[in-house]
């Protein structure tokens, strides 16, 4: 795949998308939320692919909204800035609904929708240097189509401060309030990590995985009522009759490897 603001490289199941604009500090405008989008729609439907890092190249993993992208936006009207806004709310989504596992490698600024592209996906890994921000309020904006992935990340307690003071989230308190899974002391630790995680998911069945993240999104914040547990029971009982688990428990019953572990 060849991209105007993206790197994307395939290999070993496991498929690694840098950010490439690093002069200035792979900020968003139009076209890396498009190419963004059109990225993990394609990684999505490739049955090579288990896993997907998205990391920045150069000092920053995102800086959030390229200004002069957004100045445009400002002098635009209403139904403009709704139809752009709308093209960065489907990229966060496509991202955060992917089948596949998703693994955010933060390192340096992290900042508006650089916190929401973190905040999107499943997993997120930061080296100590790494620094987050709702920065938006300081531009006399809101944290809008970001928020749906920050709050889901941090929960609503944390976001009331951070959405209005807009301070910058060092990674030891990003990791306090459940934003980062991990913090490294450099980017090696960093990418070590990654390596890491990405063995224990391959490990994994790729459909149960899908499953798995699908369970997370029908239970968080539903009522654990009658509706509830037959969801939870239809949910086990499609998987159970499914070929990965038969492949799983047979494999595990006759000590051998189950069929998705190449």
């Known amino acids: 795949m060849n991209f105007d603001t993206l790197e994307c490289t395939i290999h070993d199941q496991i498929a690694h998308v840098w950010l490439n604009r690093p002069d200035v500090h792979n900020a968003f405008n139009a076209t890396v939320i498009a190419e963004l989008h059109a990225c993990f729609d394609e990684l999505d439907g490739r049955d090579d692919v288990r896993v997907v890092v998205l990391g920045g190249r150069g000092k920053s993993f995102s800086a959030g909204a390229d200004l002069t992208w957004m100045k445009q936006m400002g002098e635009a009207d209403f139904n403009t800035n709704s139809q752009d806004a709308l093209k960065l709310a489907k990229m966060l989504h496509r991202i955060a609904t992917l089948t596949k596992p998703t693994i955010a ?6 900042l508006g929708g650089g916190m929401g592209l973190a905040s999107a996906c499943d997993i997120c890994v930061a080296s100590s240097a790494a620094k987050f921000a ?13 928020s749906p992935y920050v709050i889901k990340a ?7 401060r ?8 060092d990674a030891k308190q990003a990791h306090a309030i ?9 980017e090696m630790g960093l990418d070590a990590l990654i390596d890491d995680l990405i063995d224990n998911i391959l490990k994994g069945a790729p459909k149960a995985q899908h499953a798995s993240k699908e369970l997370i999104d029908m239970v968080a914040h539903a009522d654990i009522d009658d509706e509830l547990l037959q969801k939870t029971a239809n949910h086990i009982a499609k998987i159970r009759t499914g070929d990965e688990a038969k492949s799983g428990l047979g494999a595990f019953l006759s000590k051998q490897t189950p069929t998705w572990i190449k």
Not at 178 to 186: I, Y
């Open 134 to 146: 709702t920065s938006e309020v300081r531009l006399g904006l809101s944290p809008s189509t970001i």
């Open 162 to 169: 951070y959405f209005l003071t807009a301070e910058r989230i």
């Open 154 to 160: 941090i929960g609503a307690r944390q976001a009331g």
């Open 178 to 186: 459940g934003l980062v899974h991990e913090v490294t002391d450099d």
């Open 105 to 110: 490698r933060v390192h340096g600024a992290a």
